[in-house]
C-alpha cells in the first residue's frame, strides 16, 4: 500500500517530513505514528491506516514534496522482512546535478537572407572568435558598444543589466579591450561599477552584490515565510485598500474589565477566566459585523459571500511568522468563553498543532500590536476578507472636556482596512462608528 502526503487544507500544496517515528523494515499497525510532517501552517503527526511492514521510505527528513506523492510503502501482513536489496532500493537517491547552461553555437548570418519584402535586418557577420560568447539561442546581432566607444559581447550586455552594474565603468579583458561576461561576472562579485537603484523584484544576487565586505548571514525561506510573502504581495497588488482610523475611550471598557476578573471564580491558575483588552475587542468586532451586515462578508471574484454570523480571525504571532486561528460565532459567545478559546487556540498556534478548519475562512480579522507600545498601524487584509482591524496601545492622552478644560482619558487607536470591492467607505465608516460605540459602552457586549 502507498502512504501519500496527506491534504491539511484546500491551500496547502506540499509539506516537509521533520520525522520518520518508523524504520524500513519495522511492523505497523493502524493507529501508529509513521512521520510527522510541517506545511506552511501547522505540525502534525500522520498514523498508518493499514498493518503491515514499512518496505520502503521514498522521502527523507527535512524533504519537502507535493501533497499526494508517494512517501512511503507498507506490504501487507506477513510479508517477509525488507532484504538488504530492497532497503538500499528503499532509500532516495540523490538529486540530480543541475545541468551546465547549453552552449549554442553562434552561427553568423548569411548575406541576402532575408525574405522579400522584409525591412532590412542588422546583422553580425564578422569572424566568430571565442571572446564572442552565446549562452541562449543565437541571435541576429553582434556586439554592443558603451557610449565611449568599448565593445561589449551580448551576454556581458544582458549580465550587466541583470545586476544593474554600468559597463562605462569597467575594463574590458577580451581582445581590443572587449568587455566580456567574465568581466561583469567580477564586477558582480567585488561590488564594482556604479549600481542603478535596486528594484523591489531584484535577484539574490543582485541583492548581496550591494553588500561585498558587509558580514551578513543568509536565512533560507521556511515553507511558512514563503507563503506568507507570496500572499502579502499578491494581497496588497490586488485588493484595493483603504483606511479608517479612529480614537476609542477605553475607561468604562477597563473599570467592567477589572471587576469581571476580580469575580471570576477560582484561584491562581485555576481562575476560570481572566478577561484580555483583546477579547472585548473580538467581541465589540463580531457585535459590530452583525449591526452593519453588508460588512459581514468577503469578496469570492465574481460575487460576494455575506455571513449570517460573525467569524473573527486573530493574528498570532509564532516563530517564522504568524497564524490567524478564527474565533467561530464570536457574535454569540460570551467574553468569558472568547477569552478561554482564544488562549487555546494562541497556545496551539505557536505550537503549530492548529487544524485546517481552525485558521481558515472568517469574515473579518484583528492585527494587535497594542502589546508592543504601537500607538496605530494599517494592517494587510488578508484575503478574501474584506476588512481587518489594526489595534494599537491604549494610552492616556489629554482630550478636551464638554466645559472646554482638558482632561486624561485613556484612548486607543484603530484603523480598519476596507477592500473597496466589499466594503466602501460610508459602510466602513458605519461598521467602525458601531465598533466604537460597543467598546466605549461595554455593558451592551454583556446582555
Not at 541576429?140 to 566607444?149: Q, R, S
Amino acid at each position: 500500500m502507498d502512504v501519500l502526503m496527506p491534504q491539511l487544507g484546500e491551500t496547502v500544496a506540499e509539506g516537509k517530513i521533520t520525522k520518520w517515528f518508523k524504520s524500513t523494515g519495522d511492523a505497523v499497525k493502524p493507529g501508529d505514528n509513521l512521520f510527522e510532517i510541517e506545511t506552511d501552517k501547522v505540525s502534525m503527526e500522520v498514523p498508518s491506516i493499514a498493518a503491515g511492514t514499512l518496505t520502503e521510505i521514498r522521502v527523507r527528513e527535512g524533504e519537502v514534496v507535493k501533497v499526494g506523492a508517494v512517501v512511503a510503502v507498507i506490504a501487507g501482513a506477513g510479508a517477509a522482512a525488507v532484504s538488504a536489496a530492497s532497503a538500499a532500493a528503499s532509500r532516495v537517491p540523490p538529486a540530480p546535478a543541475a545541468k551546465a547552461p547549453q552552449q549554442v553555437p553562434f552561427v553568423p548570418a548569411q548575406a541576402g537572407t532575408q525574405s522579400q519584402g522584409q525591412a532590412p535586418r542588422e546583422v553580425y557577420t564578422g569572424p566568430l572568435d571565442p571572446f564572442f560568447e552565446v549562452r541562449t539561442p543565437a541571435r541576429n546581432f553582434g556586439p554592443a558598444k558603451t557610449p565611449g566607444g568599448t565593445v561589449v559581447t551580448p551576454l556581458a550586455r544582458r549580465l550587466a543589466g541583470e545586476n544593474s552594474i554600468d559597463l562605462s565603468n569597467l575594463k574590458g579583458s577580451g581582445p581590443r579591450g572587449r568587455i566580456v561576461a567574465s568581466d561583469v561576472e567580477a564586477a558582480i562579485s567585488k561590488g564594482g561599477g556604479r549600481t542603478t537603484p535596486m528594484a523591489a523584484g531584484a535577484s539574490a544576487a543582485q541583492v548581496k552584490a550591494l553588500y561585498q565586505g558587509v558580514e551578513f548571514e543568509e536565512v533560507p525561506l521556511d515553507g511558512m515565510r514563503a507563503t506568507i510573502a507570496r500572499r502579502l504581495v499578491e494581497a496588497k497588488q490586488t485588493i484595493p485598500h483603504f483606511y479608517l482610523t479612529t480614537d476609542v475611550t477605553m475607561d468604562a471598557l477597563l473599570k467592567i474589565r477589572e471587576e469581571a476578573n476580580a469575580g471570576a471564580p477560582g484561584k491562581g491558575d485555576a481562575v476560570a477566566y481572566k478577561l484580555s483588552v483583546n477579547d472585548f475587542v473580538i467581541k465589540a468586532l463580531a457585535l459590530a459585523l452583525q449591526r452593519v451586515p453588508a460588512a459581514n462578508a468577503v469578496w469570492a471574484s465574481d460575487r460576494i459571500l455575506r455571513f449570517k454570523h460573525s467569524d473573527v480571525g486573530v493574528a498570532v504571532a509564532i516563530e517564522g511568522g504568524l497564524l490567524t486561528p478564527v474565533i467561530r460565532n464570536a457574535d454569540g459567545k460570551s467574553l468569558s468563553a472568547i477569552s478561554n478559546e482564544m488562549k487555546d487556540l494562541a497556545a496551539r498556534a505557536k505550537e503549530k498543532k492548529l487544524k485546517p478548519a481552525e485558521y481558515q475562512g472568517g469574515a473579518s480579522a484583528i492585527s494587535n500590536l497594542g502589546m508592543y507600545g504601537v500607538r496605530e498601524f494599517s494592517a494587510i487584509i488578508n484575503p478574501p476578507h474584506a476588512t481587518i482591524l489594526a489595534v494599537g496601545a491604549t494610552q492616556r492622552r489629554p482630550v478636551e472636556a464638554e466645559d472646554g478644560s482638558v482632561k486624561f482619558v485613556s484612548q486607543m487607536t484603530v484603523t480598519l482596512s476596507c477592500d473597496h470591492r466589499v466594503v466602501d467607505g460610508a459602510l466602513g465608516a458605519e461598521l467602525l462608528a458601531a465598533f466604537k460605540s460597543l467598546i466605549e459602552s461595554p455593558v451592551r457586549m454583556l446582555v
